[in-house]
């Protein structure tokens, strides 16, 4: 009889029906379970009109009410709680730690450790974000306009070692896509796509790196716009600061930059498409008041453009104890004390700061005298600024967003801007030369960019049915923001490391991905029916399978012969040897009886466990080897005493870790095969170890308990001592630190 091919495809569907069902009947009968709840609720007088109206009103009140009811009584491993109590819990731990604890006290909730699984279900390793382009496929067709901005955020130079992924996380890591070395990450390069329509903003990756490198940072540019466009994402600039490398990358991407205002280009293509470089107006802004700030004396057409009015407008101020309707003070001339507030620039290049100038000069004050080049400075710069940094639709003149009726007047201002900032000159060896010439060029260069990029981009959206367009999209204002809340998320500690970085970046993402939000730093992708929610799934982290391959240690001893040879033990006691092999041994027993203490926890075998500490009635280990002193002066009744055989396995894991490390050297190189390879060659040698007396059972299926005592003991001491060479590499490295000096400086400095 012959079988339809159709035959098995019809199982299947079968089999689906056959589930569907099942699924629909638990549903029918939960739902008829909380029914006769509430009725019998009411029927004993627990359920009143108010709450069944607060119920009612509010689902997320519903959900913990009645988890609660069906959860008080049982134990916590056994409670179960829907994706909607799931996802308030997540808000509001994240939003603060103390309220949910409070809130646990009066509602049967998760545990944060309980919830911490589910954050660690979201991937946040370095590279680019491949689920947030996937659902950024879900934009509308109409909201797909967008702007890549490109930021680095410092961060602290520290090493740690993951147990889970057996990693180092603080090396330089570019998620693959290129080669890396072995040094500790000194700074985070983050992308982030900003929507040009309706606000929508999203970090789509990031790397590691110990310095910004041009043409690596072109490559990752190249590579994300290549993403952006496959997810249906229309990509028109890139935005960075005027940092060298940035330029650097520009000139790669094929931009035209020159000291030439007509020849600069900021235009370039990639793989047909037509993409602007934009310089960040707000860091230009910072750099003019610095170019500024630090030759005192530029000269213009009008004449002398003077940075002493400036410091004669805060003198008079605070002499007269009022403002003339600016924001000037001591810390807006000391400058470079403060050089990294933005805020400072912007109010010292302003409108606010000419209209005094010029007050003053118009009432023959002293100091204030043929100020009009000044003022003409500041009121230009300003005008600039504000042309390039629109924030709201209905914004009146130089505020206003770019719309069919005003760009071509706007752009006729920004370009004789230009020109006029192009022609200042400063001074150099008693001459004037042009300041486009000189070391403090790149806010020219940076501006020139910006006008360029933004009127053509915002010409281009204007053809296709864009009513009009805010500037401020463009800015770098955006990532500036993230990396606040980046830092905000472990208190007091504004300098994380890579690995508080990363914890940090899963918290965030998965809070944007559960709740609209409203107002802050960082929003959601898009809001109602266009919304793309849910990026990561709320699941519980699931644990590593063994690719086929891989190295096997649990049953098994290989055949082969491991990369580092066993019989190499006294190279290991060498090494040792030059630390002080006595005083190591004392630790290493100590570490042990630590290590014993959890691993005894996964043992039920009595044997097992009975070898594994020292009988109190052994004295010749313990007292004439002198090794266990330092466990028996620091011992107060809580530490235990490890046998001598288990005292051998940690002697010869430390030994091959020394050799394998090169004595300690090559930390940063270790990863989960050399991990593996240290536990196979300690078991390998201990098993043939004719002076090694252990538990010698083995149970169905070819599992030796001696093997797998050792592998337990192994794999902890080594994830405990990878985690203290891990955090010492990084000190020796980093130095000394001086930044909780100076913190404390000011803390106390009027104590």
């Not at 028109?236 to 030439?260: E, H, K, M, P, Q």
């Not at 810390?331 to 004390?337: A, D, F, P, T």
Request: aromatic share 8%.
């Amino acid at each position: 009889m012959q079988v339809s091919p159709l035959a098995p495809r019809l199982r299947k569907l079968e089999k689906k029906i056959c589930t569907l069902k099942r699924k629909l009947r638990r549903k029918t009968n939960k739902v008829n379970n909380l029914l006769r709840l509430i009725h019998n609720l009411k029927r004993k007088g627990f359920f009143n009109a108010k709450i069944e109206k607060l119920l009612n009103d509010s689902d997320v009140a519903a959900e913990l009410f009645l988890h609660h009811v069906k959860n008080k009584e049982k134990k916590t491993n056994a409670r179960r709680y829907s994706l909607q109590v799931k996802k308030f819990c997540l808000n509001l731990l994240y939003t603060s730690r103390k309220a949910y604890n409070y809130c646990r006290g009066v509602f049967s909730l998760p545990s944060p450790k309980t919830l911490a699984h589910f954050i660690s279900n979201v991937e946040a390793e370095p590279g680019f974000f491949s689920n947030v382009f996937q659902h950024l496929r879900g934009l509308a067709e109409d909201d797909r306009d967008c702007n890549l901005v490109i930021d680095a955020m410092s961060i602290k130079q520290d090493l740690k070692f993951n147990p889970q992924s057996t990693t180092n996380i603080g090396l330089c890591d570019m998620g693959g896509l290129t080669v890396t070395k072995s040094e500790l990450a000194t700074e985070s390069l983050f992308f982030m796509l900003v929507g040009l329509k309706r606000f929508w903003k999203c970090p789509v990756g990031y790397f590691l790196q110990n310095k910004s490198n041009a043409s690596v940072q072109t490559s990752l540019i190249k590579y994300c716009l290549d993403l952006a466009h496959e997810a249906g994402l229309r990509v028109r600039s890139v935005t960075f600061d005027g940092a060298a490398t940035n330029i650097a990358t520009a000139r790669l991407l094929g931009c035209s930059i020159t000291t030439d205002l007509q020849k600069i280009d900021s235009s370039f293509k990639h793989d047909g498409r037509t993409y602007y470089v934009i310089l960040d107006v707000v860091h230009m802004l910072k750099l003019m008041r610095n170019c500024f700030g630090t030759y005192k004396t530029l000269f213009s057409a009008q004449g002398e453009i003077n940075w002493t009015f400036i410091v004669n407008l805060v003198d008079l101020q605070n002499t007269l104890g009022m403002k003339f309707g600016n924001k000037l003070s001591a810390n807006h001339i000391e400058w470079r004390k403060n050089k990294m507030k933005l805020s400072l620039a912007a109010q010292t290049i302003s409108s606010g700061a000419a209209t005094a100038i010029s007050y003053l000069d118009s009432e023959n004050t002293a100091g204030f005298q043929n100020s009009g080049a000044t003022v003409e400075f500041l009121v230009k710069g300003d005008k600039l600024f504000d042309i390039l940094n629109s924030r709201l639709p209905y914004g009146r003149g130089s505020k206003a967003a770019l719309t069919r009726a005003n760009i071509g007047e706007l752009e006729k201002e920004s370009l004789e801007i230009l020109e006029y900032l192009f022609r200042l000159e400063h001074l150099e060896n008693g001459m004037e030369k042009l300041l486009v010439n000189s070391k403090r060029k790149t806010f020219l260069l940076g501006f020139a960019l910006s006008v360029k990029s933004i009127f053509k981009i915002a010409k281009s959206l204007h053809s296709e049915d864009f009513k009009f367009v805010l500037t401020h999209r463009f800015s770098q204002d955006h990532l500036e923001l993230f990396f606040s809340k980046l830092r905000s998320r472990h208190g007091p500690n504004t300098n994380p490391n890579a690995a508080q970085l990363k914890i940090s970046l899963k918290q965030i993402l998965l809070h944007n991905s559960l709740k609209d939000v409203e107002s802050g730093n960082v929003k959601n992708l898009t809001e109602e029916e266009n919304a793309v929610n849910n990026i990561f799934e709320i699941k519980w982290r699931q644990k590593k399978r063994k690719a086929k391959g891989e190295l096997e240690f649990v049953d098994i001893l290989p055949t082969e012969q491991p990369i580092l040879d066993w019989y190499c033990a006294k190279k290991g006691e060498e090494i040792l040897s030059r630390h002080g092999v006595n005083l190591l041994h004392n630790i290493v027993n100590y570490v042990g009886g630590y290590v014993v203490r959890k691993v005894m926890k996964q043992i039920y075998c009595d044997d097992c466990r009975n070898s594994l500490v020292r009988p109190s009635t052994e004295h010749s280990y313990a007292q004439s080897s002198g090794l266990a002193k330092f466990v028996r002066l620091k011992n107060q009744g809580g530490l235990l005493c490890i046998s001598e055989m288990t005292a051998k396995i940690f002697k010869r894991t430390e030994e091959l870790l020394a050799l394998k490390t090169r004595g300690y050297e090559c930390i940063p190189e270790i990863d989960g095969k050399a991990i593996q390879c240290v536990i196979i060659n300690v078991a390998t040698s201990l098993l043939e170890d004719t002076n090694f007396v252990f538990c010698d059972k083995v149970e169905s299926g070819m599992r030796c308990h001696k093997l797998e005592v050792i592998k337990l003991l192994s794999k902890r001491y080594i994830n405990i001592r990878l985690y203290a060479l891990t955090k010492q590499v990084a000190e020796n490295i980093r130095g000394v630190s001086t930044r909780h000096q100076h913190q404390n400086a000011i803390k106390f400095a009027h104590h």
